[in-house]
């Protein structure tokens, strides 16, 4: 049998009008190549007459991807033609979509397969590029009149409406691009994508699905409600005025700022890396603009103040100030005097907040120590060569703990700033007034009470509390200008106290009874009657001891105090029972309890005392080897500390080699810092 091949040799293509069916009308002659015999001479390509097939159309894109692809099952007529409508066929697998999705902007082409009824399947028929829009395309329409659109409208492109009639559309608009509208009123709008709008007036309910832009400085009024699915973010300052009749503070819709929804509530976020006790998160105003509170950053101590601190303990040289720029081999010689320099210092200019002013003492208290140790040492003739070492030790004690506690306060404060409602302190405060009024105290510090007046100094009084740290609220806000003769007092919470020897959780918290401003850790069972109107509060945190002294998170305000009254009433009754006994029975002995009486006349025996000095030179004698024991001891404790105690110049070798010597250098230099340090006395007024 001889094999059929087919080819084109007519081929229209009749574009529809839209009045007719979409479609591309195709014709075409199905010629077979292969010659037939008939008697005498072969004919060659003789047409197909009445010959079932089928013909497979596929509209290719600029880059040959099938934008659509259909087939057709058909018969020629008796002259071998077959006439068919592309966009009627059935649909291939392999079609994208249909046909009225072509999008015939870009190049095309035509590609035609044939199959024969029992052949082997479609063969390549013609292909070529498609030189017709099959539609009519309308770049621009100029409506002079009204243009009604009753069916769904896309346009995507720019819609330009310059008439001044109305523009009426009764279906659906959808604009891929950017709309602009210079005015208008809709009744329903929709926005799925960003839109741009001059003046927006709404009426009604407004839904905005995504970002809204006003870009002109002209007010934008919505007097329904505004509905937002997105994030709002609002470049500048926000104003509610809501003039509500609600003025119930039990009431919500009391309240014109109303914050739903979620776990977590509201949200601030300050410019500062530190805020301190000037950045405020939240102020509260009266009608008369007056701020009646605040929820403000904690203090820390500013670095620039504790570089300042050292550097009036150690002046740069003026070799030192240039080699920062400049490098001199050898070095020229400068008559260099470092307190010229304090006169370009402002007052207060590094001391504003707390922290940093309580630096300053603390330095200051450590650096009148070491000159009165150096004092001492002079007086002494070294290591106590005259034999008399009581002045010595005492005046190495004083400047021991006084330098520990200096240290100690710059590394508490650099692992615990916190800041406000997310920190490290715990307890609700009042400021209280101060009994002295230029009483240094620091937070931690033990003070007294009486008649509400707060010092380190009332040894006897009616309760002792503690210098809280930074509270998370503080209560009987002083004026501003009167901050400086109050001090902030932990009433309940947790806050840290500084407490001399060992603690373990659970132990008692009292004064030392010397008035220092320190604490001692006492077990329940070691407690003496008179030592319950003395607590303090219960430590939460224990401690070896092995520090001069710590920081304990101590419990304030559960009231332990209270079973002192039934207590003592308890042993009053007992006392009185004894004395009758013995008047029945001579031979009786009453073992009389200690019941309360004046605060004055309460001895050091009553109760439970520690004297730091004694901890620390212990039961020894004041000679030579006590002395060189303990400058042993304290010149490692020193070495050891994070604190870098050799930016004090000449502490170190003192204690190093105790001489009379190093003693004279430790009065000269340090008597030049005190001056230092009192022209720049900084104050809280």
Known sequence: MK???????????????????????????????????IPGVDVQSNTLPNKELIVRFTILGATDIIEYQETHTTQTDAFGMINLMIGKGDLTLESPGLFNTVYWANEKSLKVDIDVMASEGFIPFSIQALTYIPYVKHREIIATSTLDVDGATNLNSTLTVNNQSNTLLTGDLTVEGTAFFSDGVFENLTVNQNTQLNTLTADGVTNLNNSLNVFNAKPTALTGNLTVDGISNFNNRIRINADLDEDDEDDYEAYPLQVAGSSQGIAIKLNSNNPDRSHNFVSFWNANNDAVGRIEGNDYLEPVALDFIFDLIDPPSVLDLIGLFVSFNPGPSFDFDPDSFLEDVFVNEFYANDFSFEAYHHTQDFVLSINRFGVNLIAATGLCATGDCDDAIWSFTDMFFDG?????????????????????????????????????????????????????????????????????????????????????????????????????????????????????????????????????????????????????????????????GVVDQMQQVMNQMQLALAKLDTNYKPNLFDTTGILENIKDDDTTTLDIKKQLTGNDKKNKETFQRMLNDGKERFKSHKFKFEKFPYLMEALENPTAENGQKLVDHYSKVLERMQKIKPSRR
């Open 404 to 564: 520990i506690q200096l240290a100690e306060y710059y590394l508490y404060n650099e692992v615990n700033i916190g800041v406000a409602f997310e920190s490290g302190s715990a307890d609700y405060a009042e400021w209280l007034k101060k009994y002295d009024e230029d009483e240094f105290l620091s937070f931690g510090d033990v003070v007294g009470v009486r008649g509400g007046l707060i010092s380190k100094s009332f040894v006897h009084a009616e309760n002792y509390m503690i210098v809280s740290q930074n509270p998370l609220i503080s209560g009987a806000m002083p004026k501003k200008d009167e901050e400086y003769l109050f001090e902030r007092i932990a009433f309940m919470g947790q806050v840290p106290v500084k407490v001399i020897g060992k603690v373990n959780k659970g132990d008692y918290i009292l004064p030392t009874g010397r008035g220092d401003g320190l604490a001692i850790a006492v077990a329940s069972k070691q407690m003496k009657i008179k030592d319950y109107q003395r607590i303090i509060g219960v430590a939460w945190q224990a401690s070896e001891g092995d520090k001069l002294f710590s920081y304990i998170t101590t419990a304030v305000g559960i009231n332990t105090n209270d079973m002192v």
């Open 3 to 37: 094999t059929l091949y087919t080819t084109l040799i007519l081929f229209f293509i009749n574009l529809t009008l839209w009045s007719q069916t979409d479609g591309i009308s195709y014709q075409a002659v199905i010629i077979d190549n292969n010659p037939q015999e």
